[in-house]
């Protein structure tokens, strides 16, 4: 098994943080507020009424908890109506968890039980929330404007910041059937940013935790299957439910507690959560303001993530504003978001490597020493595809490599794995960068094997190597997946900092990350 270096840990842990943090957070209110079934007496809040803007809504005294003989009929003929279909809040939440999280094995190493490393982490995120609705759907629409987004992250010992970056303050949520992942659109988040801003409660449906129907104090319902993944951020809930009871009402507030275990998934790994919760509903603003939840979640280790066994606190105040600080037209965003493309994309920003670059959001960073980095293209919880990364030796300034001379050092390097090269060019990158691509086949471990290696280059000497390994079986799943990346490169640094010289991997060398290539399911295809 490939140690796990501080750099290993400063590169992954990064999204394990927030993926803890935010979609911890997220997961203690999903949990708290999917699945509305009444169990006593109903309690007449609606959550579409309480997300929608119900500005002129007052919930009368008394010892139940409801808002009116006619909220319904009001409420659905209001949401046909832009203006009573959006709801702005402002939103403060603070997420602190503690527990360790499990890397997996390499497949060369299965002897070798999964790796648990230690952390504690707290996130803190301050925006205006802009909320659509849907008609009778759970489908919705927001716009996520930020004033703070950081978290600081504690892997034994080793401490990491991760900041939204200021570019990427304006954050859209397209939730439907098809897609629920934050994104900044035209600029791609990097999986930290995007894990930072998901959350393991998704505000945007804190109000699934409220009843559908007038109910009495002890009255209880359930929140389960769809409502309660989209409050978690889960992609599905296999079993389980929450159980919500109001304990206390007055004339400014209706006061709810809740819990409840479930089991679900996250890029199609299974997770076991169980909740615990209090929240305030404010009867003059028609919302949920406070939400407290302490979470416990044990998460299986992916291919794409790491598991995990940590315990999340976090805390959210919500108050009802008239309209966001930007004039923003929702509906133009809307649109945006449903023909933008850059939710299918992450960045990834190599710091220690001094290069950036975006990607189809299968790939994940495993390691990154700066010298060598090493990506995998992940699909329903598989790996397909591997890609290594290296920052060669510069060369004097305009110094280049002929086409010819790079297969010469691909052959060299290959050796007997490498039976055939299929083409081989060279023109500008996108960025205006100079490359070279070289695909061939050949075989490792008696399995038929696809590799495309790429070489970009500016006229300052400095050269970037990228190698692309897959199973044959594999390479029409592939596409131009090279492509999306090479086309994209950007050195951050003209020329590469001395201090992170070291010897790299050849290109034909069985590493951990190649050996899980030829233990996948479609290299036995």
Request: charged fraction near 25%.
């Amino acid at each position: 098994m490939t140690p796990i270096s501080l750099l290993y840990v400063d590169a992954l842990l990064g999204r394990p943080f927030h993926l803890f943090g935010e979609r911890i957070l997220s997961k203690h209110i999903n949990r708290s507020i999917v699945d509305h079934n009444t169990v006593g007496s109903s309690l007449k809040i609606n959550r579409r009424l309480a997300l929608s803007s119900i500005a002129c809504v007052l919930v009368p005294y008394g010892s139940s908890l409801s808002l009116g003989a006619d909220s319904d009929a009001a409420v659905l003929s209001g949401m046909a109506t832009d203006a009573s279909n959006d709801r702005f809040v402002r939103v403060k939440s603070v997420l602190e968890l503690k527990g360790t999280i499990q890397f997996k094995p390499s497949k060369e190493s299965l002897e070798t039980a999964s790796t648990a490393t230690s952390i504690e982490s707290k996130t803190t995120l301050e925006f205006e929330e802009a909320i659509r609705l849907q008609r009778d759907s759970l489908n919705r629409f927001a716009v996520q404007l930020y004033s703070q987004a950081e978290s600081v992250n504690d892997v034994q010992k080793y401490l990491t910041t991760i900041k939204l970056r200021e570019e990427c303050r304006t954050v859209v949520k397209l939730i439907d059937s098809q897609s629920r992942s934050p994104n900044c659109l035209d600029n791609p988040l990097t999986a930290s940013e995007r894990d930072l801003v998901q959350g393991p409660v998704s505000t945007i449906f804190l109000d699934v935790l409220l009843p559908n129907a007038s109910s009495q104090i002890g009255d209880q319902w359930r929140i389960k299957g769809e409502p309660l993944a989209r409050l978690l951020n889960l992609a599905k809930v296999a079993s389980g439910a929450i159980k919500v009871t109001l304990v206390a009402t007055d004339k400014k507030s209706g006061q709810l507690e809740f819990s409840g275990d479930v089991d679900g998934e996250v890029h199609d790994v299974k997770t076991t959560i169980h909740i615990e919760g209090k929240a305030t509903f404010d009867r003059s603003q028609g919302l949920i303001s406070w939400v407290a939840v302490t979470l416990q979640e044990k998460r299986q280790v992916g291919d794409m993530e790491p598991g995990f066994d940590i315990t999340a606190r976090v805390r959210i105040l919500r108050e009802s504003i008239d309209g966001l600080s930007q004039e923003i037209n929702l509906t133009q965003l809307e649109k945006q978001a449903q023909e933008d493309r850059a939710s299918e994309l992450t960045r990834v920003h190599s710091k220690l490597g001094a290069y950036q670059f975006v990607a189809d959001r299968g790939w994940t960073l495993y390691t990154d020493s700066g010298v060598d980095a090493s990506l995998r293209w992940i699909q329903k919880n598989y790996t397909f595809a591997q890609c290594t990364i290296t920052n060669l030796t510069d060369t004097a300034s305009g110094e280049q490599l002929s086409i010819a001379g790079y297969q010469d050092d691909i052959q060299r390097s290959m050796g007997k794995q490498l039976g055939q090269m299929l083409e081989a060019n060279e023109r500008n990158t996108n960025m205006g960068l100079r490359m070279m691509r070289v695909t061939s086949i050949g075989t490792l471990n008696q399995v038929p094997m696809q590799w495309i290696h790429i070489l970009v280059s500016n006229d300052s000497g400095r050269h970037l190597s990228m190698v692309f390994s897959m199973t044959a079986a594999s390479a029409d799943r592939f596409g131009s997946q090279d492509l999306q990346i090479a086309d994209t490169i950007e050195f951050t640094l003209r020329e590469l900092p001395k201090s992170i010289r070291e010897p790299s991997k050849e290109a034909g060398e069985i590493t951990p990350e190649t050996a899980s290539l030829v233990n996948s399911p479609t290299a036995k295809k």
